[in-house]
């Protein structure tokens, strides 16, 4: 069976972690075990990932109470929501869609990657694996309520959205293939996120499980969407832009730790703020957040 594909393993052969990537892959399954199934009923954070009608990617961040996921059985997710015109993915153009299940508190998270129904409240699932807590800061969610501001869309990055952006100490990447789309976590410590200028950042890529989702889906296609979160303001801002892979870069020295470069051109940005209801408090930094 081929679990990877052909991005996937052209970033693995040259990270030189092919081998361990093939003893990885075992545990992706093509289903959910009870305890994924619990896990997922009993969040009130998902990160989604999927396409707009132009086959642009983008990420977004989905609240509820604990149960606006369901698992009726192993192989479906729902997840209901509210449908929101402002908010990206509340209507796709692409039946891909990839789920990120995060627990802030416990640090445990897992991904589910699928396909939507007509109606896009239903995921029928094709993989699923775990990923260890490695770069995840703990935060505990609490209620807030704020009144709803207007969304803004703009090109370009204002000096407020690189504010947030370089202190940020988290961001969620989303990222497809033709075959899937995927949401991954971003950690690291606060400034590892670098802006050029107003459509140009950078973020390092750290040692990980060796799979290569998000950097093989980006070799493929070439684009990304980043989602920042400010925790304490109960901000969300989008991204979606061209994405490339850097390797051997004089730049790696400005990133202790970073195995290899990420730069994005922005394209398109969506702020939404007072939006989610709710606020995180900070606890504790991750051990493996390089210095």
């Known amino acids: 069976m081929t679990y990877y594909h052909e991005g996937e393993r052209a970033i693995q052969a040259r990270a030189n972690v092919s081998g361990m990537a093939a003893r990885v892959a075992g545990g992706i399954r093509t289903a959910l075990v009870q305890e994924q199934q619990a896990f997922l009923r009993a969040q009130h954070l998902l990160i989604a990932a999927g396409l707009d009608a132009r086959g642009h990617p983008w990420a977004t961040l989905l609240v509820g109470e604990p149960g606006f996921v369901n698992v009726p059985d192993p192989h479906t997710v729902v997840v209901t929501t509210p449908r929101d015109p402002d908010v990206p993915l509340s209507t796709t153009a692409s039946p891909l869609v990839g789920l990120l299940a995060i627990d802030l508190d416990t640090l445990r998270r897992t991904r589910v990657n699928g396909i939507l129904s007509l109606d896009g409240d239903v995921m029928r699932v094709r993989e ?113 832009g061209r994405a490339e892979v850097t390797w051997n870069d004089d730049r790696l020295a400005l990133f202790p730790g970073a195995e290899r470069l990420l730069d994005v051109s922005v394209e398109e940005t969506l702020d939404l703020r007072s939006a989610l209801g709710r606020t995180w408090v900070f606890l504790d930094a991750s051990p493996h957040h390089p210095a």
């Open 128 to 240: 699923v694996y775990g990923n260890c807590p490695k770069y995840i800061r703990r935060r505990e969610a609490r209620h807030a309520a704020s009144p709803v501001l207007a969304p803004a869309r703009r090109a370009a990055l204002t000096r407020d959205d690189i504010d947030l952006i370089e202190r940020a100490d988290t961001f969620f990447l989303a990222s497809a293939h033709p075959t899937g789309a995927d949401a991954s976590h971003r950690g690291g410590p606060k400034g590892f996120v670098r802006v050029t200028d107003g459509t140009h950042l950078t973020f390092p890529d750290y040692a990980g499980n060796t799979m290569f989702n998000t950097l093989g889906n980006i070799e493929t296609t070439g684009r990304a969407g980043l989602l920042f979160v400010d925790f304490e303001l109960d901000r969300v801002l989008h991204l979606t």
